[in-house]
């Protein structure tokens, strides 16, 4: 057995044991016979992830009261990244404890939310804090096994944790289920930050002096805030000594703890206080269907012809002193001609900036299944997809984000499935779309999933993505001084003639990040702009790659513009901006509104999209990456569906899409479908146009 086979087995195992004793210590060994025998599946030809999604499935019908605790234990695992973070598994979970009846989801949460909350929050405390700063030799090192080695202080915080929840579903009934996710308002992880602050509270009533030292250091710059934190500073304060100085200091500067941390929201994510629900009704938009440019822009043409005058000119004066510029002009004209033939370029080997989170798929083979590939890595569904389609179906593949994802939806909701659906039913035969979205993905991502689905048979690539892209890149500020280097690095992997130069060479390494540079700080507007500048450039280049290959193969490629919940975006305004850059994002979003009411509704979403433009941390699709996608699809001929646009169209005053985004960016159910329904037509287009399957 392979090394690599025998580390996907362990893996596997390790995570199926670890479920099996999740569940057997939450009394998931009363649920039916048969359904506890699927969650605790360890047969040699599946592993614990695959057995519980099906376990899921089929528990979904009834839900058994008897393993409310361990759904519960499921739900809050999936949710903090113990488990994969699909929805399937913790959407599932949390839908099936709302179908239970009261004392079910009672026993839910004490027996299950609870306790596995605060493994959790322990865990995560442990790795992130403690384990960085306290070596064996540290005088606090005992706190890395302070649960061992203390149980009643953290079964303490469990039995609050318990008594914090039962009080908050007897105060808000059902909404508390709903607003433990993040669509919800994650009321979760405020539960979460406070149990850290106790965890803080019960170490400064150490004896240990190293202990409360500690406590007070991380208190200090955690930021974290709960009546016993509050309350364990007051009495060291109060005590006087050495120590309390110190805390004081630390109490001026926390915040005052909530006074209701599991309080459902007032108004959902994605919600505007005082707009009107978005319409479901209308057509979709019409599809800009573009011709085709030449493949060489005019600006490389141009450039092209000059290097050419060059190497005439000094082939015909036979100047000694031009021989440099000709030879430069040679290597000019050599990349130039490798880029219009598709050559590949270095980034092909090695991803460009590879310590950003790319979210790239990569689809393992299945040893016990000769033919079928499992989604394995990143923010993905977990699945399994035949090599090849079977006979007579179609198949098409979605890349992209977490919109195409579908977080926090089943995979029946999300818009791949719906659009398959549609497909199916309209042309009367077998349509699969895969969804291959994967959460946090940059254009790399979408790259290398496309290249995957290339290789699975895919008729047809719908690619929706472009909101990450900035926001990777401007955390780059930590890593380098300059974004001159940057650029030239990022010139050098796109560059097919570097690639050419470098075959035969082992491909650097470029896992993990390098080492941090300098700490952060405040960002200026230039800084910015030249990394969303880089941003821009590294979308164009990896889609356009992929359009080049996707053609290459004959398959066409849909482009998406992704859609934005304008009304939401996140707008941090520069602390130190450029001369004549002061920008108040207050005001631009009241001319919005101002717009709306006298209904010059595109001037409404221009206003709202300058603020994410002239954000210093954009998270959403700024101008520049969506005039990226348009320019692709004019030189590549690619269809375009709008789909900002096509929300937008549905909203009232043309920006607050109320019901169609559960966040700033990501699609409801409704929004979802509204996606499906828009890319119905020009996918039917597309494979019409491509006849029968292969």
């Known amino acids: 057995m392979s090394w690599r086979r ?22 998931a060994w009363a649920c039916p016979p048969a359904l506890a025998a699927a969650f605790a599946a360890q047969e040699a030809d599946t592993d614990g992830l695959e057995a519980l999604l099906s376990a899921l499935h ?31 598994i913790f959407a599932r979970a949390l839908r099936q404890l709302q179908a239970l009846p009261a004392d079910a989801q009672h026993a839910a949460l004490t027996e299950g939310v609870a306790p596995e909350l605060a493994a959790q929050v322990w865990g995560s405390l442990r790795r992130r804090a403690l384990e960085p700063r306290l070596g064996a030799d540290h005088p606090a090192a005992a706190l890395l096994r302070w649960p061992e080695a203390e ?90 000594g050495a120590e309390a100085e110190a805390a004081a200091a630390v109490r001026a500067r926390l915040p005052p703890p909530a006074a209701d941390p599991l309080r459902p929201p007032d108004l959902l994510p994605g919600q505007v206080a005082g707009a009107p629900p978005a319409r479901l009704d209308g057509p979709p938009l019409p599809v800009a269907m573009p011709t085709p440019r030449r493949p060489l822009p005019l600006g490389e043409a141009a450039f092209a012809l000059v290097c050419v005058g060059l190497l005439g000119l000094t082939a015909r004066l036979r100047r000694r002193a031009l021989l440099p510029f000709a030879a430069l002009a040679a290597l000019a004209l050599l990349e130039l001609g490798l880029r219009a033939a ?80 549609r497909l199916t039913a309209r042309l009367g035969a ?39 892209e900035v926001a990777q890149f401007t955390q780059l500020r930590s890593w380098t001084p300059s974004t001159r280097g940057l650029r030239l690095r990022a010139a050098l992997h796109q560059s097919p003639l570097v690639a050419l130069l470098r075959r035969g060479l082992p491909a650097p390494n470029e896992a993990g990040p390098p080492p941090q540079t300098r700490p952060p700080s405040p960002p200026t507007r230039d800084e910015i702009d030249a990394l969303h500048d880089l941003a821009v450039d ?39 901006p ?18 709306a009411a006298r209904g010059d ?12 433009d002239r954000s210093a941390s954009p998270r959403e699709l700024t101008t520049p990456a969506s005039d990226a996608l348009r320019g692709l699809a004019a030189d590549w001929g690619a269809p375009l569906v709008d789909l900002r646009a096509e929300l937008l169209a549905r909203s009232p005053d043309g920006f607050s899409q109320n019901g169609l985004y559960w966040d700033d960016l990501h699609p409801s159910v409704e929004g979802h479908r509204i996606i499906a329904a828009a890319l119905e037509a020009p996918t039917l287009a597309l494979l019409g146009a491509r006849g029968g399957p292969r």
């Open 58 to 88: 089929r528990h979904g019908a009834s839900p058994d009261p008897a393993c409310a605790p361990a759904l519960g234990r499921v739900f809050v695992r999936a949710r903090f990244g113990a488990l994969p973070e699909d929805p399937d």
């Open 342 to 421: 598709g050559a590949p370029s270095a980034a092909h080997h090695a991803p460009l900036f590879s310590f950003i989170p790319t979210g790239a798929q990569f689809w393992a083979p299945v040893p016990q299944a000769p033919g079928q590939l499992r989604s394995a890595g990143g923010s993905t569904r977990l699945r399994r997809i035949p090599a090849t389609p079977t006979p007579g179906t179609r198949r098409v593949a979605a890349l992209g984000e977490s919109s195409v994802h579908g977080s926090h939806y089943l995979a029946e909701e999300a818009f791949p499935a719906l659009l398959e659906a």
């Open 6 to 27: 025998a580390a996907a087995r362990a893996a596997a195992w390790s995570c199926g044991g670890a479920l099996a004793l999740a569940l057997s210590a939450t009394g």
């Open 538 to 576: 590294h979308l164009r280049s990896n889609h356009a790659r992929l359009l080049g290959e996707a053609r290459a193969a004959g398959v066409p490629v849909l482009l998406c513009v992704p859609a934005t919940n304008l009304a939401l975006a996140f707008a941090e305004p520069f602390p130190t």
């Open 151 to 240: 149980p009643a202080p953290f079964g303490a915080l469990e039995a609050a944790a318990a008594a914090a929840l039962t009080q908050a579903a007897e105060a808000h009934g059902p909404k508390l289920l709903f607003a433990l996710s993040n669509e919800g308002g994650s009321v979760l992880g405020e539960l979460a930050r406070a149990l850290e602050a106790d965890i803080l509270a019960a170490w400064l009533q150490s004896s240990h002096p190293a202990h409360r030292a500690e406590a007070l250091t991380l208190a200090a710059g955690l930021g974290l805030s709960s009546p016993a934190l509050h309350d364990a500073l007051d009495v060291i304060v109060a005590t006087g």
């Open 430 to 468: 077998p349509v699969e779309v895969l969804n291959m979205g994967v959460g946090g993905s940059t254009s790399a991502g979408v790259l290398a999933t496309g290249r995957e689905a290339l290789s699975l048979g895919a008729e047809l690539l719908i690619v929706y993505q472009g909101h990450n």
């Open 578 to 595: 450029g001369p004549g850059d002061a920008v108040d994002m207050d005001a631009l979003y009241a001319a919005a509104r101002a717009a």
């Open 601 to 612: 509704r595109a001037a409404a979403a221009a206003a709202l999209q300058s603020r994410i």
